[in-house]
T-cell receptor, first 115, second 112 residues
Framework: KQEVTQIPAALSVPEGENLVLNCSFT??????LQWFRQDPGKGLTSLLL?????REQTSGRLNASLDKSSGRSTLYIAASQPGDSATYLC??????????????FGAGTQVVVTP | EAQVTQNPRYLITVTGKKLTVTCSQN?????MSWYRQDPGLGLRQIYY???????DKGDVPEGYKVSRKEKRNFPLILESPSPNQTSLYFC???????????FGSGTQLSAL
C-alpha cells in the first residue's frame, strides 16, 4: 500500500528565508501529486498539482518538483512571509487498478514564519 | 463562488445517536469524497463516490454510511457514533480532468 511521509512535522523560520518542504512516497506508480495548505480550523486549499508526466509546477513564490523514481516531491516557498504560516500537506493519487477514487495524504508539516 | 459546503461546523453528540453531516458542491463535479483528520495521522479516506449512485469504501469505512442520490450532495451518516469517531471531518470534490481537489471547511465531531 502507498505510504506518504512528510518530514519534519514542524518547522520554524524567520521571515524572508526560503522554505523547503519535503514529501516522500513509497510507490512510484502515481497519477499525480498535489500540495495543499491548511490554516487552523479551516479546510484544505490546493496549491499546486503535478501530473506524473511533469517534473515541476510553479505559482508565484511557490514551486513544486516531482521525482517519481526516488519517490520524492519538494515544495519551495521563496522569501517566506508571516502569512505563509500554516500546515502544508501533500497527497498522491496511486496508479493501481483499485485506486480510481483514492488519494493518500501525508500528515503534514506545520510551518511558522516569525517576523 | 465555487465551493464545497459542509454542515454543521461543530457537532457534539452522545454515543449511539444517529447523525448526518451534509456536504454539497456547486461545481458539477462527478467525484466526491469524505475524509477524517486525526492528529499525527493526516487525512484518511472514509468513502468516495465516482458519480450518482456509485460509492466505494476508502481506507476507514467502518461505522460510516454514505449515499449519492444527486450529483451535488454527498451526506455522511453515522448510524451509532462511538467515541473513536471523534474527529475532524472533511468533504471534498474533484475537478476533471486535472483532478484538483476542493475541500469544505470541516466538521468537528465530538462523540461523548
Amino acid at each position: 500500500k502507498q505510504e506518504v511521509t512528510q518530514i519534519p512535522a514542524a518547522l520554524s523560520v524567520p521571515e524572508g528565508e526560503n522554505l523547503v518542504l519535503n514529501c516522500s512516497f513509497t510507490d512510484s506508480a502515481i497519477y499525480n501529486l498535489q500540495w495543499f495548505r491548511q490554516d487552523p480550523g479551516k479546510g484544505l486549499t490546493s496549491l499546486l498539482l503535478i501530473q506524473s508526466s511533469q517534473r515541476e509546477q510553479t505559482s508565484g513564490r511557490l514551486n513544486a518538483s516531482l521525482d517519481k523514481s526516488s519517490g520524492r516531491s519538494t515544495l519551495y516557498i521563496a522569501a517566506s512571509q508571516p502569512g505563509d504560516s500554516a500546515t502544508y500537506l501533500c497527497a498522491v493519487r496511486p496508479r493501481t487498478t483499485d485506486s480510481w477514487g483514492k488519494f493518500q495524504f501525508g500528515a503534514g508539516t506545520q510551518v511558522v514564519v516569525t517576523p | 463562488e465555487a465551493q464545497v459546503t459542509q454542515n454543521p461546523r461543530y457537532l457534539i453528540t452522545v454515543t449511539g445517536k444517529k447523525l448526518t453531516v451534509t456536504c454539497s458542491q456547486n461545481m458539477n463535479h462527478e467525484y466526491m469524497s469524505w475524509y477524517r483528520q486525526d492528529p499525527g495521522l493526516g487525512l484518511r479516506q472514509i468513502y468516495y463516490s465516482m458519480n450518482v449512485e456509485v460509492t466505494d469504501k476508502g481506507d476507514v469505512p467502518e461505522g460510516y454510511k454514505v449515499s449519492r442520490k444527486e450529483k451535488r450532495n454527498f451526506p455522511l451518516i453515522l448510524e451509532s457514533p462511538s467515541p473513536n469517531q471523534t474527529s475532524l471531518y472533511f468533504c471534498a470534490s474533484r475537478e476533471t480532468p486535472n483532478e484538483k481537489l476542493f475541500f469544505g471547511s470541516g466538521t468537528q465531531l465530538s462523540a461523548l
